[in-house]
């Protein structure tokens, strides 16, 4: 389910499952003026054409062009905030075309360093934007930024975030924030990007930036908050009424921290978390051994390092959580067993499930997406799993209802669309994204899930339901409804198969960020009645 890497192929894991396909990957980007285009959209092989045609511009910090452009894709365009790939271009040749479309020019190729840039800006600017917004609108004549064109509001929130949380040599940042402001927009812009940056620049030398005041009644303090913690103002108030305000204030302090990631080694090539660990060391990536599980290491730097050394690529190992790990352990694949796994694609849990069953048995990969299918069976074969993977095509709901006979198995994983607010300090833009009416509708949804993949299980069976959501709405109560609606199921505890600093009460599996420092996740043991 909901993991936060978005790698091209060859190098998959697991997207975060929303409760429907994304449908903002086709909005139109809105470009400024003079950078408008009817369509932004590179044709393969025209990326290289334009670096061949457009001129070149020395003079202009590459990775804060290629950075300003990825944040005006994002925002408005609905692209990922990913991870740059093995060929150091975003997504290929095709993010240095997004440059020079938007911005009318090229700038020199980018370096390991100018690389590492553009994650941390990207990334940092979309956690802080509400933050950031706050600081520009208290030193812009017009308070309401939100009629600024695109791109210089992407120019200001880059300068602002690397001289107030990245701590950059000041005056290096206004300079190169208005030569990218000058060029890609016109002088005038330039001009003012300037004098905010500098009236910045004297606010954080006299230690006098403007913070608002945490007093008030509730929703004024959840106001306040949401703008120093920058967050959506509704998931304040929320965390604040289920943890209280100073578990709420940990929680997104750990979103807006840079994020770990583990790394699973692949025991179906033959990959120990030995031989990854070697690997490692010879490429001198700094990592912990996981304390929870066996295959997994974790990393807080160097992970371009893994990707650029061909690890991912060769199906050596992958990027996952090990939150997702110990939901597989909840299930317990063991080999000859048959596994349905719901909504399987792009198949993170699928393939390491599979990978537990030592060549015998079967897990069969369900899901709605059949882009996401191919990408899962593709992966299948590169981690040598793909004798005991089958992938069906189709709509959960629809298939238990409409098969005479339907699929039944001893062993049912839904790995449910979620809100994905376990995973917010991976999945930057997320907080951004998700609206508090998407709330209900994921209930709903999950709540019809639940119904069909009960369908799927065998009399003695177990179905374990899992989220990457911390939000007892998706989790405990959505089981507590399904045991209302179903009788013949009962919670099965989960303490034999995690350790117990991760069994709730109830008897569930539940990881919380600020606790275990991994992503949030929960997971349900529910046996059918014989």
């Known amino acids: 389910m909901a993991q936060v890497m978005y790698l091209p192929l060859p ?65 408005l365009g609905g692209a990922f905030a990913d991870l740059l790939n093995e060929k150091g271009k975003g997504s290929g040749e095709n993010e240095m075309g997004y440059v020079q479309r938007t911005l009318g020019f090229r700038t020199r190729h980018l370096n390991h360093h100018d690389l590492r840039l553009v994650t941390d800006i990207v990334g940092g600017t979309i956690r802080w ?34 001289i107030v949380k990245l701590d950059m040599p000041p005056y290096a940042v206004v300079d190169e924030n208005v030569k990218l402001a000058k060029v890609a927009l016109r002088p005038g812009a330039g001009n003012m990007v300037n004098g905010i940056l500098r009236k910045l620049v004297v606010l954080k030398e006299n230690e006098t930036l403007p913070f608002p005041k945490v007093e008030g009644d509730d929703r004024t303090q959840a106001r306040a908050l949401a703008t120093l913690y920058s967050h959506p103002v509704w998931m304040v108030r929320r965390w604040t009424k289920y943890l209280g305000q100073e578990e ?25 978390r030995d031989d990854l660990v070697a690997q490692l060391d010879a490429l001198k990536v700094p990592h912990k051994l996981s304390l929870h599980l066996d295959e ?38 063991q080999p000859g067993e048959t596994i349905i796994d719901c909504c399987a694609a792009p198949g993170g849990k699928t393939l390491y499930m599979a990978s537990h069953l030592s060549g015998q048995g079967m897990v069969f990969a369900i899901d709605v997406n059949r882009g996401r299918l191919r990408i899962l069976k593709e992966t299948a074969k590169l981690h040598q799993v793909d004798d005991v993977v089958t992938t069906i095509h189709a709509d959960l709901r629809t298939l238990t209802d409409s098969e005479p006979g339907p699929l039944k198995s001893n062993k049912v994983l839904l790995d449910a669309p979620c809100s994905g607010l376990g995973v917010l300090s991976k999945r930057a833009d997320l907080r951004w994204n998700r609206k508090l009416e998407d709330m209900e509708q994921l209930k709903k949804l999950q709540d019809e899930l639940l119904d069909a993949a009960s369908k799927l299980v ?47 009460q109830s008897g569930f599996f539940f990881s919380n960020p600020v606790k275990h420092l991994l992503d949030g996740s929960f997971a349900a043991r529910l046996v059918r009645s014989l």
């Not at 921290?257 to 033959?270: H, K, Q, T, V």
């Not at 650029?308 to 939901?327: F, I, N, P, T, Y």
């Open 458 to 504: 065998k009399p003695g069976g177990v179905l374990v339901y899992s989220t990457c959501s911390i939000d007892p709405e998706e989790n405990d109560e959505r089981v507590a409804a399904f045991l209302e609606r179903h009788p013949d199921f009962h919670i099965d505890p989960v303490d034999r198969y995690v350790p117990p600093n991760f069994v709730t």
């Open 248 to 272: 709420a204030i940990k929680l997104m302090i750990w979103n807006n921290s840079e994020p770990i990631f583990s790394l699973r080694a692949n025991r179906a090539r033959g990959f120990s």
């Open 296 to 333: 997994f290491v974790r990393i807080k730097t160097g992970l371009q390092i893994v990707i650029h050394a061909g690890l991912l690529r060769k199906g050596l190992c992958s990027v996952q959580d090990e939150s997702a790990g110990l939901v597989v352990s909840v299930v317990d694949p």
């Open 129 to 162: 934007r509400r933050y950031l917004d706050h600081l520009i609108s208290s030193l812009c004549h017009d308070k309401d930024i939100s009629s600024m064109e695109p791109l210089l509001l992407q120019i200001l929130r880059i300068g602002f975030y690397e």
């Open 11 to 75: 190098f998959p894991s697991e997207p975060h499952k929303t409760c429907c396909s994304s449908s903002s990957s086709s909005k139109p980007l809105k470009l400024p003026h003079r950078a408008r285009s009817s369509n932004i959209s590179i044709p393969k092989g025209g990326a290289n054409r334009l670096l061949k045609t457009q001129k070149l511009n020395s003079e202009v910090s590459p990775h804060r062009a290629v950075s300003a452009v990825r944040l005006m894709r994002i925002e």
